[in-house]
């Protein structure tokens, strides 16, 4: 079909797109609130809704709570993505482990599984356990594979904006093919879609977490890795070659440790899930882990305390002049490090109110995020979602293991 930007497919492309994302990211909505929200017309909206319903994707509840129209018209009929209308899976590549999930169209979580795996120098492990999982748990949830519609991965890696490739050299140090999404798609039989974590979680967190609503924020995933990702102007923002947010990688500390990217002192040797446990080898050995860290802080361990403090000072003092450039209304605190809660989220506060000019950092929420460590997956499967989002409702879709139309074709959310 003819898919070229500005032609009349690509056009119902896009406008399909829009439609979808405002049912995203309101849950429930009407047809006028459609209208409204994405700028279609009326007709527009109710055109391409008919398709929509038909093939499955979207569904009407059959209560009628949206407010009727101001003059008595009839009260419109919300409507939600189907549950039952699909599925998407998200994979989460973190360097020590793996998260797998299946997700229906509306988000709704059908099946998890975690592995824990060296992904850093193991690829083909790593491969060989997404490819099975996923298939299985489809079969699991007893779904049928052909409305299973992509897969999106989430990876602890700069990615190329342009190709969606890993970025090299690569900070996943035994990852030497770039382009693993094409290897891994033609496995599974599915387009398989790659962003950056840190970007996915942020997306995630602003799609159904504690950045709805909100259109500048910066989301910092703290797990082994730290990376921030940007929504500017309500929209992600990853740089020009899609490498914007390393946040992990600002030295902080003068002869630190060295890191993973070759330099000395990176924020994340310091801030990071193993830097954090590690600091205890000595009063409680070398097993410490994040959840014994969240129960010191309950027993008010004040070794705990100090260690997770000055955690959020490093987060603060490495975020302060990003705040000060950008002006974000919510830096959002994410990864499995921030199970640790308030005494990390004080520390980052406490260092913005220093640093930056009260009439700037007075206009800054500092918030937990909502989504736990399973932003980065559910990141996953809104990119997925966006990227299969124009070819899902097409009668004869057409399984790519890339997407790789015009950037112009699609509002391209990543
Ligand atoms: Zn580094």
Known sequence: MDGSPGSLTSLRSRNR????????????????????ATGLSRTTVSGLVAGLLAEGVLTESAETSVPPAARGGRPATPLTLNPEGGGLLGVH????????????????????????????????????FIAGTALDLVATAGRDAGRIFGMGVAVSAPVQSRS?????PSMLSGWTDADFATRLGERIGLPVHVGNDADLGALAEWTFGAGRGVDDLIYIMVSDGVGAGLILDGRPYQGSTGAAGELGHIAVVD???VCRCGNRGCLETAVGAQALTAAFSRTRGPDTTIADLVALLA???PGARRVVTDAGHLIGRALAGICAMLEPRMVIIGGEVAAVGRPLLD?????????????????????????????????????ATHRTSAHLLAPRFERTTRDSGPSGQAPQIM
Do not use: K
């Open 17 to 36: 797109l829009l439609v979808l994302d405002a049912v995203r990211r309101h849950g429930r909505i009407s047809r006028v609130g459609i209208a409204r």
């Open 93 to 128: 590549l973190r360097h020590t482990d793996i998260r797998v999930l299946l997700a229906d169209l509306s988000g709704g979580v059908l099946g998890e599984r975690h592995h824990r795996v060296d992904v850093d120098h193991r690829p083909d492990e790593a491969l060989d």
């Open 164 to 168: 969606h490739t890993l970025s090299l």
């Open 255 to 257: 002869g630190g440790y």
């Open 299 to 301: 027993a008010d361990d």
């Open 347 to 383: 520390g980052v506060r406490d260092v913005l109110t220093h640093r930056l000019p009260p009439a700037l950092s007075q206009g800054i929420t500092v918030s937990g995020g909502h989504l736990g460590d399973r932003a980065e997956v559910l990141g996953a499967i809104v990119l």
